[in-house]
């Protein structure tokens, strides 16, 4: 199944536009082991998710022991959701080609997070994989992300809706997404705007303050789909005692119905 079909049903089965990110920060953690939290986490909200996004910087630094666990994660996840790697990768074509088999046949992602700074070349070998979904950065959510988003280039455009664009371009198979940060409503308008078919990756819910009714409303398409919406931290750490799936659980609950509440105000 291709990823975009891959996307639609799971989220129309769980009625779901909510992503939970799968970060394991052990420091936070209540004292359980790395997989076994990953693996209640994902017991505790199968039903509640379109889909899930490991950060692959939360596993890599954990060492082998952590790439083990990530690999034990993905394998566990029902076939049914699909699980984005974020990974940010992005360089020259030999390496971005080892980069995208690594992700996509290694880790067997269904889609990826990749940085389009390098160009056509550092994307392509992504792009080939026509059943995986690519979503290229285009407006994070960090506070940073105006230091080089916002240029403007000769035609007066910010290279972030250049990057919407030129992604635009490369969906030549149906395959491409975008990064947006809910942090910037605005721009997330734009880009939608842009894109109209696209779906797009919502970080910076929760934690980073983005709005939950701005990244709906603007994020969505004509039907209310395309979507993600990802929370990582406010659902994985919702408790710190022995009842943190449960506490995940209730506040992805939350999340899912407090989303779909603002979709049926939008659409209909």
């Not at 710190?240 to 995940?248: N, P, T, Y």
Request: charged share 25%; hydrophobic share 40%; net charge neutral.
């Amino acid at each position: 199944m291709v990823f975009v079909d891959k996307l639609l049903s799971a989220g129309r089965h769980n009625k779901s536009l909510l992503c939970v990110g799968l970060d394991p920060d052990v420091t936070l953690m209540p004292g359980v082991g790395l997989l076994g939290f990953n693996k209640a986490i994902i017991d505790a909200t199968a039903d509640l998710v379109c889909a899930y996004k490991p950060n692959l910087a939360f596993y890599e630094a954990l060492g082998t022991d952590g790439l083990e666990s990530l690999l034990k994660t993905v394998e566990y996840i029902p076939n049914f959701i699909p699980v984005i790697g974020d990974g940010k990768r992005g360089d020259i074509g030999n390496t971005a080609k080892a980069y995208a088999r690594a992700l996509f046949e290694t880790f067997r992602f269904d889609a990826a997070t990749v940085n389009p700074y390098l160009g056509h070349d550092a994307v392509e070998p992504f792009l080939e994989y026509k059943d995986k979904g690519i979503f290229i950065l285009c407006r994070t959510s960090n506070p940073g992300a105006s230091d080089f988003q916002d240029l403007v280039d000769a035609r007066g455009m910010p290279l972030y809706q250049a990057v919407a664009s030129k992604a635009r371009e490369w969906n030549t198979e149906g395959n491409v997404g975008l990064v947006v940060g809910a942090t910037y409503p605005g721009e997330l308008k734009t880009i939608r705007k842009l894109c109209p078919e696209m779906p797009i990756l919502i970080p910076g819910i929760g934690a980073q303050g983005g709005d939950l009714a701005s990244a709906v409303k603007n994020g969505i398409d004509a039907r209310g789909e395309k979507a993600i919406i990802t929370v990582s931290r406010q659902i994985l750490y919702a408790s710190k005692g022995k009842d943190f799936a449960a506490g995940a659980r209730r506040t992805a609950q939350g999340l899912r119905d407090d989303i779909n509440k603002i979709i049926d105000q939008a659409v209909h």
